[in-house]
Every structure is written in C-alpha cells, then in structure tokens.
C-alpha cells in the first residue's frame, strides 16, 4: 500500500464512522411523536438521515479531535451544524427557490411530502439545532454553549448563508465578476464550512484570537469546495451527484467555471487546497485527517 | 378618571413604548446592506417593522421589570421573540401554507416581494433570533445566554410552535376534540407566549423550579389569547384585524369557537384571564401590567 492509499484508507473510514454517528445522532433526536405531528417529523427524517457527505460534521470533528476534545461531544455539535445545512437544502430545493426533485439520490422533501410540510420541517430543523447546541451533552459550560450558538447563528443568517442564498438570487447574477462569485460563495457555502472548523476550536477552548490558521484553512477550502462543486454541475454524473446538474449552465448564471474556464479552475482549487493544508503545518500529523478532507473536496465526484 | 381607566391608561402606554422600542431594535439589526442582499433585509424590515402588538415582547419585558431587571436588556431579549413570531408569520402567510395576502395591514411578504425572498426572509429571522440572545447587550453572563436559546429554541421548533402548526395542517383537523384543540393551541402558539415570560424570568435569574406560578400565568393567558382569536376570526372585522378573517369557517375548522359556541368560549377565556391573574396574586401591584395584558388579550378588536 503506498502513501496516497492509506490516506485515502483513512479519510474513508473517518466518512464511513463520521455518517453513522450523525444518522444515529438524527435517529435519537427525532423520535416519530404518536400524534399528527408525525408526518412534519417523518419529513426531518427523511431530509436528515441516511444521505449526504457529512463533509460539515467531519469537519467540526476532526478540527476538534485533532485539539483534544472528546469525539462524541463533538459528533453532536455536528449534528447540529448539519441540521442548519439540511434546513438550507430542503428550503433551497422549493419550488419557488431552485424548484428540485431529486437530493442525496432521494425525492425531495415537498416531493416526497408537500410543500407545506418542507417548509415547516427546514424550520424545525432549524430551531433543533440550537436546541442541540444548548444540551449538555455538548458541553456542561455555557460558555461554550453560548458561543457555539453565536458562531452558528451568524453563519446561518443574513451575513452569511441566508444572504448568500439572496445574493444568489438576485436577478443581476448573470453579470457577476469574480470577486463579487468569491464573496457570495463565501456567504452561501463558506460562512458553514468555517462555521463547522470554527465550532471545533470553540469546544476545544481555543481563543477567539487563535483560531487565524483553523480559520484561514477553512476559507480556503469552502473556496475550493465551491470551485468543485461548480466543476461537477458542468460536467458530473447525475447519478452519483444524485441530483439534477447543469442547472446553472441553463440558466446562464456566472461561476468559477464561466470565469476562469475549467481548467483554470481545476488548478485554482488543487491551489487553494495545497495552501488549505499549508495553514496547518505546525500540527504535524495530527492534522491528517483535515488535510485528506481538503483533497477529498476537490477529488470528489458527487 | 375611574380604576378602569387608570389601569387601562397604563397598558395603553406600556403597548406603545413597547412597539417604539421593538421597532427601534429592528431598525438596529436591519441595516440595509449596500449589495445584491439589500432585497432580503428590506424583506425582513417590512415584515419586522411598523406592525404588531408586540404581545410577546411586553409580556418578557413586563415580566422581567416585575422581577428587577433592567428595560434594556429585556426589549432586546424580547425582540428575539418577536423575530421568531414574525419569521412564523411570513411562513404561514406563504401560498403552500395559509396563502395570505394581507398581514398586519400590508401586504405579506411574498406579495411585497416573491415567495423566495418570504421563505429566505424567515428563515434570516430566524438565525437573527439566536443571534440576538447571544450579545452581551441581552445578558454579559454566558449561562443566561444559553438558557435563553434553549428556552426559545424549544419553543421554536417541533415541540412547539412547528409542531403545533403541523398538527394545524393534519388533514384530519376537522375531527379534533376540545382536549386536542387544546394541545395543538399550547404547542402553535402558547409555547411561544409562554416561552416569553418564562425568558423574562431566566433573565431574572429565576431557578427553573421556582418558575411555576409564571408558567402557569402564561399558560393560561395562550389559551384564553387563542379562544380570543377564534372569536375575533368568527366575529370580527377585517379592516381592524388587518388580515382575513372567516378562514376558519370556510375551512370546517374546529377551533374553541365551533367545540364550545361563542358564548363559552368568551366565557372560558374570561374564566382563563381571571386565573392567570390569581397565580400572580402574590406578586401585588408589581404585576399590573401583565394582568391588565391578560384582560387585554381577551378584550381586544384585532
């Protein structure tokens, strides 16, 4: 086995535990109730469980077990961070928004269910994750309780993912330049992405002002996340994607790949990933896992 | 002037400072940004600004300046109330929802703007809310911050409000006994009112245990402010209520009005306000304004 397949070995089992701890965590969280709110639980359900990278979670994780702190507090406050994303993703999938049938290889929520019922499942789960966050089994300090919810909140907002989505909307998308694409995917994917890294350093007490090289590692790699992700819309599997692609091609929408062509693209994230993993250098080893997550995205094919 | 008047008088003044100083903190939080996001927080103001009674922010200040705290702190905890009631709204106003064209007297948010600026627009309110309660201006001690988010996550989400509002969307409402009416009322909106005053005590630092005869009040006075809003669907007049009325009726809803008559259900929720009264009898005429509220909440036309 030579050097790239163990660290492919190791990343995939960090995937494979990192999934069954969030589906458990999901599972425990949202019991099915014996009344009529069965069918807006059964939608959270279906949106939460059993699909999806977890790329939010690992993230959270790995930051915080690379700094000490124990794996199974940390497994929550994930699951926390992926409720707020699959939120984003059943609402982003309505048919006034993006107006999507298909996600993680699945009908979507108001597919599956009704739009009605989409729309008050992303609430709920929503409110679930600062409820989440604000148990004990967290952290027994408020103070990290606290700024767990701080962190999470304004990454959810209007001055991260919310007003990315919005700028996203905006009719005048069509003649965005580059770094006006960098600051909205900065918002839209990146306010989460730093978030997860963010909330990692926050369980493992690491000072507002020492968290430069965690911070600056993630912003690359949400970058380069995007970046890839535009690459797949322009030429990813549907099937593997489990979701329709080229959508923003059809609707002329300017991208990395509109902008700086596929290939300078391609080197653009192989770029922001290699200065990704340079920010944490001085944690040696121990930042593996983050390092191999950082190849992952750009590698990626779904 | 009589002890009707002078009472009267008071909560007339408390009403309008209250909706001067919520109004104020939105405008704080709402500043409209110089980019392609200024359509989503337009949305928010429109929805968050200039309407309402601000029941819920009066009910945590009135309860909190009873117990000793300070005004400021409790109008800012009180407008994350505020913001999670007004994120409920545009959502329930939505077309996959009640489909309302009118709140409050202004168009709703989807008619001002478009379905997918409403739906974004909630769910930014509904991060802001959080964001609120984690601010130093609401409370420096981090342990009441995150009491605070636990109290009014839970309130939010499917154990409350969105539980409640999917049990409101069962298609077998029409069925519903009293006792489940009852139920579904707590949960869609007596967990946020309670949720009010119970955070106006968490401010206070009330112990959890000592909380009871507060909850109590509160519980009362979300289900004789529902039984009231029944009546007011039933009996009255759109151009006051600023919103359609009669929805329930032409639906074959049961509401406390079908399962009790109007007479029984006025006096049940009299029978209620009295009650809630009683359980802050102790508390002497530092509790004027959150009973003259209570007879409020019953009396009012809109």
Do not use: N, W
């Not at 993703?89 to 309505?94: E, G, S, T, V």
């Not at 408020?142 to 962190?151: D, G, H, N």
């Not at 391609?266 to 121990?286: I, N, P, S």
């Amino acid at each position: 086995m030579d050097f790239e397949d163990t660290h492919g070995a190791r990343l995939k089992m960090a995937l494979a535990t990192i999934r069954t701890d969030v589906d458990d965590a999901f599972d425990a969280l949202l019991p099915v109730p014996g009344d009529t709110r069965a069918p807006l639980v059964e939608a959270m359900r279906h949106a939460a469980i059993g699909g999806g990278k977890r790329v939010r979670p690992l993230l959270l994780v790995a930051t915080s077990t690379m700094l000490g702190v124990s794996r199974e507090a940390a497994v929550l406050a994930g699951t926390a961070v992926e409720a707020i994303h699959v939120y984003s993703l059943i609402h982003d999938d309505l048919p006034c928004m993006d107006d999507d049938d298909m996600r993680r290889g699945k009908p979507t929520v108001h597919k599956a269910f009704d739009e009605a019922t989409a729309v008050l499942a992303g609430d709920a789960l929503h409110a679930l994750a600062f409820d989440i966050l604000t148990d004990s089994s967290v952290s027994s300090d408020p103070f990290i309780q606290a700024e767990l919810v701080r962190c999470l909140a304004q990454a959810s907002g209007m001055s991260g993912m919310a007003g990315g989505q919005a700028m996203d909307m905006a009719a005048d998308s069509a003649t965005y330049d580059l770094p006006t694409i960098t600051r909205l995917q900065q918002l839209k994917t990146g306010a989460l992405l730093t978030a997860s890294v963010e909330m990692g350093a926050i369980l493992a007490r690491v000072p507002h002002d020492a968290r430069g090289h965690l911070i600056a590692y993630a912003r690359d790699i949400g970058l380069a996340f995007q970046i890839a992700d535009d690459l797949l819309d322009h030429e990813g599997d549907e099937d593997k994607a489990g979701k329709a692609l080229r959508k923003d091609d059809e609707q002329g929408k300017q991208t990395f790949v509109t902008l700086m062509g596929a290939e300078g693209a391609r080197a653009q994230a192989k770029a922001l990933v290699e200065q990704a993993c340079g920010h944490l250098a001085h944690y040696g080893e121990d930042a593996g896992v983050l390092c191999d997550l950082a190849r992952y995205i750009v590698e990626r094919d779904r």
